[in-house]
């Protein structure tokens, strides 16, 4: 999990964290049925950030925990482990490529707009 937002982040001491980044976090069924679960809107990345938005809208706080390990295999939702990619089309390479604009966007016009 990350607290990139926070400046006083360190990784020997529990915090309460903007996000749980990458959503390598850990919550109950309870929690995700009252904030709805991940948007489906989001194609590869954001949903993390937006979960994290609603729970902590709830009145619940994201806490960075040292002492839980979370792995987190880094591209392997996003095909990059593949020996092979050419089973993956242009569109979704297109996709793939603008997907984290896109997804801050869509993230900052749900939430953020109209603040």
Known sequence: MSCSLSTTFSPSMEETCF????YS??????ILDKVGWFEEDYFLD?????LS????????KIVYYPEVSIVHIKGATKGKNRKSKKYI???????????????????????????
């Open 25 to 30: 976090g850990i919550t109950t069924k309870n």
């Open 53 to 60: 938005w609603k729970i902590k809208n709830l009145g619940y």
């Open 19 to 22: 996000t749980a980044f990458r």
């Open 89 to 115: 089309s242009f569109n979704d390479k297109l996709k793939y490529r603008l997907s984290g604009v896109d997804s801050m966007e869509m993230f900052y016009r749900k939430r953020l707009w109209d603040r």
């Open 46 to 50: 954001g949903e993390d950030i937006d």
